[in-house]
């Protein structure tokens, strides 16, 4: 076969493969077979205001000097022993609770002995309690809401462990204020009756 057709056959196959993508993508995972430190981290599914963690490096042909862990920036330990460990591998997990309600990230970032660094993040969410959810913590419903008000909440009684009406009035407008956009809680009260406590809270457009 002439040159210039072998030279033509081989151009065309390398194309074809091109094509078909069979080099890696840039940013892939490096393999366990790897020696280029890669890190990992994976959220589970939060329960309340607590939520667990899973991390993994794979280091390569270097050692493990040191791990730090935050969540949004602010440290928090890390795991203190690994939950498994290969020749070029180990994973971690860590249980984080009290975080607040909405959104954070979870960081680790791995110092190697050989002088170079991986990091991974994992987004997570906690939800906070709906608005029937926190009326109910006040002992209560959601009534209806007088015209100019966006919702009501009655707890009628309230069977709760505050006594003192300030006290009662004070801590539903403090459970209740995120879901009042207005902030606005006027018209709200409590009074006692015969030794019982009642609160009624509005939120005002």
């Not at 050692?63 to 935050?70: F, G, M, P, R």
């Not at 994973?91 to 960081?107: I, K, M, N, R, Y």
Request: glycine share 12%; with cysteine.
């Amino acid at each position: 076969m002439p040159r210039s057709s072998r030279t033509a056959l081989i151009l065309a196959a390398a194309t074809v493969l091109v094509t078909l993508g069979v080099a890696a993508p840039a940013n892939a995972a490096p393999s366990p077979k790897s020696n280029a430190p890669a890190a990992s981290a994976t959220a589970g599914t939060p329960d309340g205001d607590a939520v667990s963690i899973d991390y993994a490096i794979n280091r390569g042909s270097q050692a493990i000097a040191s791990q730090a862990c935050d969540v949004d920036g602010t440290p928090v330990a890390c795991d203190d022993a690994a939950d498994t460990t290969t020749k070029k591998a180990s994973t971690w997990s860590v249980d984080l609770d009290g975080l607040a309600v909405g959104e954070h990230t979870f960081t680790v970032t791995f110092t190697l002995t050989g002088g170079g660094s991986a990091a991974a993040s994992a987004g997570f969410t906690i939800d906070g309690p709906t608005l029937e959810e926190a009326c109910a913590s006040l002992t209560g419903t959601l009534i209806a809401a007088p015209p100019g008000f966006v919702w009501a909440c009655g707890a009628v009684p309230y069977t709760g462990g505050l006594t003192g009406v300030d006290a009662i009035l004070t801590a539903g407008i403090a459970a209740l204020g995120p879901f009042c956009p207005s902030g606005n809680f006027v018209g709200s009260y409590a009074y006692s009756e015969a030794g019982q406590y009642y609160g009624y809270w509005y939120c005002s457009l």
